[in-house]
């Protein structure tokens, strides 16, 4: 079984600076993506960024990057320039791409940008 | 596109009490989901449906079901709610060919049993 775990429950970044949210995952799949979703006090879920397994480039939208190391099982987000608009949960999610497809979340990082 | 859409957004049930969690999208997507999330907790998925007709439990099926009777409708029925169902609902769907697997999520639903 696929299990997901980010080992930082919150974390604090002041505004422009950067911070880098982690997450481990577990696997015996070759094949998957792996996603960081931000929920914001709205509730709304919101991709920020997805990577393909089979991908060795890094992926990249805007001020957001991830490391992924697939031979580590690690998938870490980085926030440049930090926005107060950041501020929110972080969910590190996977889905391997054969079968049913079902998503496994880990248990977010609350992440607050102080002005 | 409305994309993914639930009703309501929030509800208050007694002990006992049944409701259905409403969930459609206009994406013709296939796969649909339902999750909760508890207070400072991820999404722990409770059923999905991978086409009309079919459907199959996830991590925390007890005390619902769900129907998938139309590509864009994927209803919730909680039967003899107790406290222990109090939890945001989400509700999400994707469309396995466009190869992008990203989920597309629902407002939500906050449900609070008393």
């Known amino acids: 079984a696929q299990t997901v775990t980010q080992s930082q429950p919150e974390m604090s970044v002041q505004e422009a600076e950067t911070v880098t949210l982690s997450c481990t995952y577990d696997t015996s799949e070759s094949n998957y993506y792996l996603f960081w979703y931000k929920q914001p006090p709205s509730r709304q879920m919101i991709l920020v960024i997805r990577?393909?397994?089979?991908?060795?480039q890094n992926a990249t939208e805007n001020r957001f990057s991830v490391n992924f190391q697939k031979a580590a099982k690690s998938f870490s987000l980085k926030i440049s320039d930090s926005q107060l608009g950041d501020t929110a949960m972080y969910f590190c999610?996977?889905?391997?791409?054969?079968?049913?497809?079902?998503?496994?979340f880990g248990t977010g990082t609350r992440l607050k940008v102080l002005a | 596109n409305a994309g993914v859409t639930q009703t309501p957004k929030f509800r208050i049930l007694k002990i006992g009490q049944s409701m259905t969690l409403q969930c459609t999208q206009d994406m013709n997507h296939n796969y649909m989901y339902w999750y909760r999330q508890d207070p400072g907790m991820g999404l722990k998925l409770i059923y999905y449906?991978?086409?009309?007709?079919?459907?199959d439990k996830g991590e925390v099926p007890n005390g619902y079901n769900v129907s998938r009777s139309t590509t864009e409708d994927f209803p919730l029925r909680l039967e003899l709610a107790a406290p222990s169902q109090t939890s945001v609902y989400f509700c999400?769907?994707?469309?396995?060919?466009?190869?992008?697997?990203?989920?597309?999520f629902g407002p939500g639903t906050r449900l609070t049993v008393t």
């Open positions: 449906s991978v086409g009309a007709g079919i459907t």
């Open positions: 990577q393909e397994a089979y991908k060795q």
């Open positions: 999400a769907s994707i469309a396995i060919g466009q190869a992008t697997y990203e989920q597309y």
């Open positions: 999610a996977f889905c391997k791409t054969s079968g049913t497809y079902k998503y496994i």
